[in-house]
């Protein structure tokens, strides 16, 4: 993660030409930011920056790695968000486990009546024995488990 925030750093750096507006957008000391960048500068073994009457201009070794580093944290940031939508869509998914008898005579009549109020979630209806489904709902496999249950 700390290579990511300094490229991040880097690539705001490169916009701005600035220290301390870069810093200030990290929300980080200027000297702080500084010390990342000369991390940065002894890991690549060059300068990346040129410091010429006040103002940063990129080496070539610096505009080559804003482009790795543009190219690299755009893929870190679409598998973060391709992630992020898994796991949404697995929050949105409810999975019901049911004896045989339960998912012919009741799901049928009862699903439409779900679905109506939880728009958002898809719904999975498996039909498996009773001590199936417990086994399905202790390992995580399932969400609930509807049986019939005899008071007497």
Do not use: Y
């Amino acid at each position: 993660m700390t290579d990511l925030i300094i490229l991040r750093d880097f690539l705001i750096l490169c916009e701005t030409k600035s220290f301390s507006r870069t810093a200030e957008r990290r929300h980080v000391s200027v000297s702080g930011l500084s010390r990342r960048i000369q991390g940065l500068e002894e890991w690549a073994g060059t300068a990346l920056f040129e410091r010429r009457k006040g103002a940063l201009v990129l080496t070539e070794a610096g505009q080559s790695l804003k482009t790795v580093a543009e190219q690299a944290l755009s893929s870190f940031d679409r598998f973060r968000c391709s992630v992020a939508d898994d796991l949404s869509a697995q929050r949105r998914r409810i999975r019901f486990c049911s004896p045989h008898i339960m998912a012919t005579i009741l799901f049928p009549q009862w699903l439409p009546r779900i679905q109506e109020q939880f728009t958002q979630a898809k719904f999975s209806i498996d039909s498996n024995t009773l001590p199936e489904c417990l086994a399905a709902l202790n390992q995580g496999e399932t969400d609930f488990v509807t049986a019939l249950f005899d008071c007497e």
